[in-house]
C-alpha cells in the first residue's frame, strides 16, 4: 500500500480495480458492504495505558461478585421458603388463595433474607480484598485467603468470641479451599511456583 493511494480520494462507487479490495477473495458481498481498504486495520479491541494490567482487579471484580452472591442468595433462600411454605400450609390444611398467598410470604420473606447475608459477606470480603490489594501492592492468594478469614471473622464479630474465631476459622479455610481448586485447576506450574516463592 502505497502513499498515492492513501491520497486518492474514497470512491462508493463500482469496486476498485487494482489493490487490496479488487483481489476476488476480498470482493465484497453485495453492492451496499463495498468499502474501502485503507479502513481495515488490525488494532487491538480495547485500549490498555502503559503498564496496566490486562485484567480486570479486585475492585472492578467486587461489582459482579456483590450482585451475583445477592442473586444466588435470592435463589436458595426462595428455594427454601417454597419448601418450608409447602410443609407450613400442608399442616395448616390452607388451600385456594389463602394456600398461594403463604407460600409467596415464605418465599420472598427467606428469599430477602439470603439475599441479604450473602450480599452482606460478598461486601465484606470485596472490601478487604480491595484494602489489601491497596496495601500489599499485588493481587494474589494470600489476598484471598486474608480476605476469606477476615470476613469471616467480621461478620460473626458481634457474636461473641467463640463464634467469632468459628466464623474466622470458616472463613479461611472456604478461601482456603477456592485457592487450591483454583491453582490445581491452573496447572502444577501454578503449584510450583507458588512452592518456589513461599516455601
Not at 472456604?174 to 510450583?192: D, F, R
Request: a positive charge; one cysteine or more; aromatic letters at 10%.
Amino acid at each position: 500500500m502505497t502513499d498515492d493511494y492513501l491520497n486518492k480520494p474514497i470512491s462508493f462507487g463500482a469496486p476498485p480495480t487494482s489493490g487490496i479490495a479488487a483481489s476476488p477473495q476480498l470482493q465484497p458481498l453485495s453492492p451496499y458492504l463495498n468499502y474501502d481498504a485503507r479502513y481495515l486495520q488490525a488494532q487491538p479491541e480495547f485500549i490498555f495505558p502503559e503498564g496496566a494490567s490486562k485484567q480486570r482487579g479486585r475492585f472492578e471484580l467486587a461489582f459482579s461478585q456483590i450482585g451475583s452472591s445477592a442473586m444466588i442468595g435470592a435463589c436458595i433462600g426462595g428455594a427454601g421458603g417454597l419448601y418450608n411454605g409447602i410443609n407450613a400450609t400442608r399442616l395448616a390444611k390452607q388451600t385456594g388463595k389463602l394456600r398461594r398467598t403463604q407460600l409467596l410470604n415464605h418465599v420472598m420473606k427467606q428469599g430477602a433474607a439470603t439475599a441479604n447475608t450473602f450480599g452482606t459477606i460478598a461486601v465484606m470480603y470485596s472490601a478487604f480484598g480491595v484494602v489489601l490489594q491497596y496495601a500489599r501492592g499485588e493481587d494474589d492468594e494470600i489476598n484471598t485467603i486474608a480476605a476469606g478469614g477476615a470476613t469471616g471473622l467480621l461478620y460473626k464479630s458481634t457474636a461473641g468470641l467463640r463464634k467469632c474465631a468459628i466464623g474466622g476459622g470458616i472463613g479461611l479455610a472456604l478461601s482456603s479451599m477456592y485457592v487450591l481448586w483454583c491453582m490445581a485447576g491452573g496447572g502444577s506450574k501454578k503449584l510450583s511456583d507458588l512452592k518456589s516463592q513461599y516455601l
